[in-house]
């Protein structure tokens, strides 16, 4: 089958030959296989971490010993998703593409939810008292046996928002000393880190064995005195005021977790940014503060814990801030790809695309939109961007300029996720760049919705498409241009292909990880600002 380019006479829509394979020759076939979708105030400056290396009992301080790129520190992680050929974790391996892109979008929709809903709750000023908003798991309202746990003073619940089951990508790391690897789910939806430990009051199934912080010589319960426990928006002591710590984290679908607040360290293996081999058989360790959790349930996907990746105080990046310069970054591939995805903190280390090393030390590759970064005041977890517009074809929609604010009371605005796959956008916004989207590409078969799309086609008889451009375009002039890829997905085995794009439940707007897909991600904090560089996977 022959493809040919055919642009349209006005010169703002692009032709996309889509998914082919090419046989060696001039001709083409469209091959079915599968994009499928991924999920996937100012910055605290490591506030927690000058406590814990101070209330270590033995006065131990991290002992970095990172790759130096231009004499600063960087840490470098591979990131597997849950159904990569490379993941242990993978649990859907007797699925079809099309029942595992059903799973991943019904997540999605919980997710995205419970984010919205954390939001509301945040802006409404009502953290401490969610009870009829939330469906929780808290000390205060459970009939079990308080003295089991020690548990005295809880101050009311956290809800991060992250739907356990959401958990798409997963970085492996060492816990404790001698270290035991473990892995646990990213998420820059959550800030507080944590593992499952024995003893075990109730436990969910992980794929390794669970943490036994007594065979760790590194593990330090902290102190309910301590400032890092103050930290916690829930926490309690173990035998009195004296005593050592105590956590929980609620989450919007009602999992959670409770246990111990301590200090431990993580070791990592130093790998490539862009999927190559590592380095050398360096490791880095670092001592942060976590949670062991004792009592864990909900739908956690086989992974040890959580690696919050949020704003917050206790966040690891907020608590390694300062020994990576306030910068990390992540480039979520194709999860189809051959290779990882990646996961930096710390200047960018791979060569520029000439193949020296002028990018090296630099916060971000070369070519890098810029755009800042912004605070909630009332959700600090949160990564905020001014978006400003969508062009698509090259024209900017009509979409109220109220529609991408954060009030005055921290409702709506728009936030940068890397666990939400689908970007939503609020009504005002999302209706325009449906209905030119759909204008746009009247010439194609219609076919109705799929899951949570409502802009779908049928081009199982198209060896080409012709698809209008589109951009996302910030305060400052700033535009990030977007692949098709990015915005037009298939969704089965047949060539219904679908707008990748949703209505939010809410006020608040999410750039998912569809968008962000094959973009390098870089949260400067240090900065305030946010960073989109194409191509630098």
């Known amino acids: 089958m ?13 032709v996309l030959p889509l998914l082919l394979a090419f046989h060696g020759s001039s001709e083409v076939e469209l091959d079915r296989r599968w994009f499928h979708v991924v999920p996937l105030t100012e910055h605290p400056d490591s506030y927690a971490s000058q406590f814990v290396d101070a209330e270590s009992a033995q006065g131990k301080r991290a002992n970095v010993d990172a790759f130096s790129a ?50 509301e709750i945040a802006s409404e000023g009502q953290a401490r008292d969610v009870q009829r908003k939330v ?27 992250f739907r356990q089951g959401s958990g798409e990508y997963f970085v492996k790391l060492g816990v404790g000393t001698p270290a035991r690897e473990m892995f646990m789910v990213i998420d820059t939806g959550s800030d507080v880190m944590w593992i499952q430990c024995t003893p075990c009051l109730d436990c969910y199934e992980q794929r390794d064995p669970v943490f036994d912080p007594t065979s760790s010589s590194s593990y330090r319960k902290l102190s309910c005195r301590s400032p890092v426990c103050g930290m916690l928006e829930l926490h309690g002591c173990a035998g009195g005021g004296d005593g ?13 977790t409770a246990g111990e607040f301590s200090v431990e360290e993580l070791t990592f293996g130093m790998h ?55 910068v990390f970054s992540y480039c979520l591939m194709d999860r189809d790809m051959e290779g990882y995805s990646s996961l930096e903190f710390g200047a960018y280390t791979a060569r520029g695309d000439s193949g020296d090393d002028s990018d090296r030390g630099a916060a971000a590759p070369r070519g890098t939109i810029y755009t800042p970064l ?5 959700m600090q977890t949160f990564y905020y961007v001014a978006l400003s517009g969508i062009s698509v074809g090259g024209h900017l929609l009509p979409i109220p300029a109220r529609a991408f604010r954060m009030n005055g009371g921290g409702a709506g605005g728009v936030i940068v996720d890397s666990g939400t796959s689908v970007t939503r956008l609020v009504e005002v916004a999302y ?8 204008a746009a590409t009247r010439d194609l078969p219609f076919a109705g919705g799929y899951s949570l799309f409502d802009t779908c086609y049928d081009l199982s008889r198209r060896s080409t498409v012709k698809l209008p451009t589109m951009s996302l375009h910030f305060e400052g002039g700033s535009e990030v241009a977007l692949p098709a ?53």
């Open 135 to 161: 469906n929780r798991t808290s000390y205060e309202n459970e009939d079990r046996d308080m003295t089991q746990r020690g548990a005295h003073g809880l101050r009311g619940p956290v809800y991060s928002g």
């Open 374 to 378: 912004f605070r909630n005041a009332r």
């Open 2 to 14: 022959t493809l040919t380019f055919d642009p349209f006479v006005h010169g703002v829509v692009l």
């Open 431 to 438: 209706g325009p760049l449906r209905s030119a989207f759909r």
């Open 244 to 256: 050592h710590c105590l956590y929980q984290v609620a989450y919007g679908d009602g999992s959670f």
């Open 70 to 119: 231009g004499g600063g520190r960087t840490l470098s992680l591979r990131l597997m998703h849950r159904d990569s050929p490379y993941s242990p974790l993978s649990t859907s391996s007797d699925l079809t593409p099309q029942q595992r892109l059903l799973g991943r979008l019904d997540r999605d929709m919980a997710r995205v939810q419970a984010l919205t809903q954390r939001a």
């Open 485 to 537: 890829n990015n915005y037009f997905i298939p969704v089965d085995a047949t060539g219904t292909f679908c707008l990748a794009f949703a209505g939010s439940p809410g006020e608040l707007s999410i750039i998912g990880n569809i968008q962000q897909q094959g973009f390098r991600v870089t949260f400067d904090t240090a900065s305030m600002r946010i960073g989109f560089s194409p191509n630098q996977c």
């Open 272 to 326: 490539g940014g862009r999927g190559r081999r590592p380095r050398a058989s360096t490791t880095t360790t670092v001592r942060v503060a976590m949670g062991c959790g004792h009592d864990n349930e909900g739908l956690f996907t086989g992974a040890s814990g959580l690696f919050g990746l949020g704003g917050g105080h206790l966040s690891f990046p907020s608590q390694v801030g300062r020994r990576y310069g306030g």
